[in-house]
């Protein structure tokens, strides 16, 4: 069993940049791909980035693609989402996920465990 644990959230200008952590525990963290998600309210939950196992490919949603970038450190069990000039409409609550499996996949059914989720909030 994985337990994943988001921060890093918060309340930002619009153009602003935040970085966001996702701590893993409970299981061998470089033997799963990692995801990021964001969920608006009234909105479905949507992809973000995802990364593979070691870290040598990502996967970026192309809205968010040259904003958005995902990186990993498995001797810290640590998935980051870097996101620069952010927009109001980037305002949701940000969620990590893993994946066991051998590829990487876009939709949020395809992981298996789940943080909790931080609030990003972006002004005008």
């Known amino acids: 069993q994985v337990q994943l644990v988001e921060s890093g959230g918060g309340l930002v200008q619009a153009g602003g940049s935040l970085r966001l952590s996702c701590v893993a525990s409970g299981g061998t963290f470089s033997s799963y791909y990692m995801g990021w998600f964001r969920q608006a309210p009234g909105k479905e939950r949507e992809f973000v980035a995802a990364?593979?196992?070691?870290?040598?490919?990502?996967y970026h949603a192309s809205s968010m693609k040259g904003r958005f970038t995902i990186s990993r450190d498995n001797a810290k069990n640590t998935v980051y989402l870097q996101m620069n000039s952010l927009k109001p409409e980037d305002t949701a609550v940000y969620y990590c996920?893993?994946?066991?499996?051998?590829?990487?996949?876009?939709?949020?059914?395809?992981?298996?465990?789940w943080g909790q989720g931080t609030q990003v909030t972006v002004s005008s």
């Open positions: 996920a893993a994946r066991g499996g051998t590829r990487w996949v876009g939709s949020p059914s395809g992981y298996d465990y």
């Open positions: 990364i593979n196992r070691s870290g040598s490919s990502t």
